[in-house]
């Protein structure tokens, strides 16, 4: 997350004040309510309802994608949905209340990761959603271990290198968005891939959310992801795109059930997956760094690093919570900063509302069904744009850095190496089957040549 856009807290601070004081008192003027202000029930609710708008789509469209790629019957699907609400309710109320020193104790929301995307997929088509959770499970451990040695490894990810991999996630997911686009694995197999009714439909869900994300009224900005799919599913359903006899029944509940789907071990799998855990912990802390500052809370100092440590500490551990119930990596989201500085409202009791909306939605199989039948072409107009977004960010992370000769040569390998395994995945075909699984994702290829590269590359100017 970059934080140029947020207003710098070292400009307007008396020199005879403490920092953490200081920073503190002069930001949390700017807030309706702060961190530890408890709004009426009415606002409370409202403000809860704006976040979960914001978030909503973005919890339920990895399951989605990762359903599709794998080819995972409705009821799978749909439970995988649910359980992604209920995962990212349980985790944004730990992050949200901090307990026994795991969270950040601030409005901190999480939910599913787009990151992980690709490195689960190549897992599960290995070896299904055992090894999926397995590997997803045993690799949140890296992201815990770095909690502990955080100021270690900063030194050896650097925003040049947490770019390049965000920028490689953003690029390697683009490739699964317009295959949605086009209609899917179904729609290859049986000869209607790219075909204009498909095509079309996703450009209009694009041209929609585009249209009121463009619009002066920030309810409908905040809601363009919403109103766009509702209006992409509805004109699906009318084109006889949506098949509701399908499903046997909308009612009853969904109990979580840890384990569902058993467990399972994959080394490569493990690595994959270990190194996005490696670069959402970076990415953790520039979203909690945010998050503080907005909150008018310190960002430096014993209460700040304290925060740092317990929210990235957070993100492991709700991800390992998620493969108990069946759900796939969180992660802290970094569009609820800017929805607190929109609202006013940094109080965490609102997050336990969140919390509490997201944990409900998970436990009724209405919720998942739903969305489970929604047409591919309607999800990849939505996430081709997301996707793109995610990619752009990346782009402006590396912005920010001194672009010397040393990081265009880092820039230079890591994209060459990320892209052609993406681009050409043959390029792999004649090495042994645990390296060929490690690095078909350009995501691991290029961010390890990324860490790699900018660690031993040595240039004298």
């Known amino acids: 997350m970059k934080l140029g856009c947020f207003p710098t807290y070292k400009s307007n601070i008396h020199k005879k004040k403490p920092m953490e004081e200081s920073n503190k008192s002069e930001l949390k003027t700017e807030l309706i309510y702060g961190l530890n202000d408890r709004p ?42 649910s359980m992604a609400l209920f995962a990212s309710g349980v ?17 901190c929301i999480q939910g599913t990761s787009f990151s992980f995307i690709g490195p689960i997929i190549s897992a599960g088509l290995t070896g299904g959603l055992p090894v ?13 271990l770095i909690s502990r040695l955080l100021k270690y490894t900063r030194k050896i990810i650097t925003p040049l290198v947490s770019g390049i991999v965000v920028t490689l996630i953003g690029m390697s997911l683009i490739k699964v968005g317009i295959t949605a ?25 694009l041209l929609l959310i585009i249209f009121f994300n463009r619009s002066s009224n920030r309810y409908l900005r905040m809601s363009s992801i919403v109103i766009g799919l509702v209006i992409g599913y509805a004109v699906a359903w009318c084109m006889g795109l949506v098949d509701f006899s399908s499903v046997q029944s909308y009612g009853g509940f969904n109990i979580p059930v840890p384990f569902k789907y058993g467990l399972s071990f994959d080394w490569s799998a493990f690595i994959a997956l270990g190194l996005v855990y490696l670069i959402t912990a970076i990415e953790a802390y520039g979203d909690i760094t945010a998050n503080s500052l907005i909150s008018g809370e310190p960002v430096e100092g014993k209460t700040f690093v304290k925060r740092a440590s317990g929210g990235i500490l957070a993100d492991g551990f709700n991800s390992m919570l998620a493969g108990v119930f069946n759900s796939f990596p969180n992660s802290v989201f970094a569009q609820n900063n800017g929805m607190i500085q929109l609202t006013g409202v940094a109080s965490r009791y609102v997050g336990y509302y969140i919390a509490g909306f997201l944990v409900l939605l998970g436990l009724f199989p209405a919720v998942g069904l739903v969305f489970s039948l929604m047409p591919e072409p309607v999800l990849g107009g939505a996430t081709l744009l997301m996707f793109g977004t995610v990619a752009s960010a ?3 992370i590396i912005a920010a850095q001194t672009i010397d000769r040393k990081a265009t040569l880092v820039m230079a390998l890591s994209f060459s190496l990320g892209l052609s395994v993406e681009l050409v995945p043959e390029i792999l075909s004649q090495l042994p089957e645990t390296v060929r699984n490690i690095f078909s994702s350009g995501i691991t290829t290029g961010g390890v040549t990324a860490i790699l590269a900018n660690a031993l590359i040595r240039i004298k100017e």
């Open 40 to 81: 009426p029930l009415r606002e409370t609710l409202f403000a809860a309802l704006q976040h979960l708008l914001a978030i909503f789509v973005a919890i339920i469209t990895p399951p989605l994608i990762i359903a599709g790629a794998l080819k995972l019957d409705i009821e799978t699907t749909s439970f995988l949905v």
């Open 91 to 107: 985790s944004t109320f730990i992050q949200c209340k901090r307990i026994g020193g795991i969270g950040t104790g601030l409005l």
């Open 132 to 144: 999926i959770f397995g590997a997803c499970m045993a690799a949140s451990t890296v992201e815990m």
């Open 181 to 205: 686009c086009g209609g899917g694995a179904v729609a290859k197999s049986n000869g209607t891939f790219g075909s204009f009714e498909h095509v079309g439909l996703a450009a209009l869900v």
């Open 394 to 396: 990346g782009i402006r």
